[in-house]
């Protein structure tokens, strides 16, 4: 059965700093590029970050750039969000995803909140 679970958000205050993790199982992980996405309330889902099977990184939107940072542990089945200088605007649900080809997989979410 593949599972993607999310983990580590949560209120911060603006300036302030998260880190999400994904734990995926149920297929094999290291033939997969990982995404993080996020959605606000009222927009579309937009991509975060990708880093592929053979370890490249994107960094999306350019508002992220500089301060997400995507990393895997393909030991662990693990991928990992970095995320500093947060900001209200980063409010969103981010939904960890798992691609390869015609498999796509996805998490349930979890809420980062960035408010004073």
């Known amino acids: 059965q593949v599972q993607l679970v999310e983990s580590g958000g949560g209120l911060v205050h603006p300036g302030g700093s998260l880190n999400l993790s994904c734990a995926a199982s149920?297929?094999?992980?290291?033939?997969?590029?990982m995404s993080w996405y996020r959605q606000a309330p009222g927009k579309e889902r937009e991509l975060v970050a990708r880093?592929?099977?053979?370890?490249?990184?994107?960094v999306f939107p350019d508002s992220a750039k500089g301060r997400f940072t995507i990393s895997r542990d393909n030991g662990k089945n693990m991928v990992y969000l970095q995320m500093i200088t947060l900001k209200p605007e980063d409010t969103a649900v981010y939904y960890c995803n798992a691609n390869f080809g015609q498999y796509d997989y996805w998490g349930q979410g979890t809420q980062v909140t960035v408010s004073s």
């Open positions: 880093i592929y099977n053979f370890g490249g990184r994107i």
């Open positions: 149920g297929f094999h992980f290291v033939n997969y590029d």
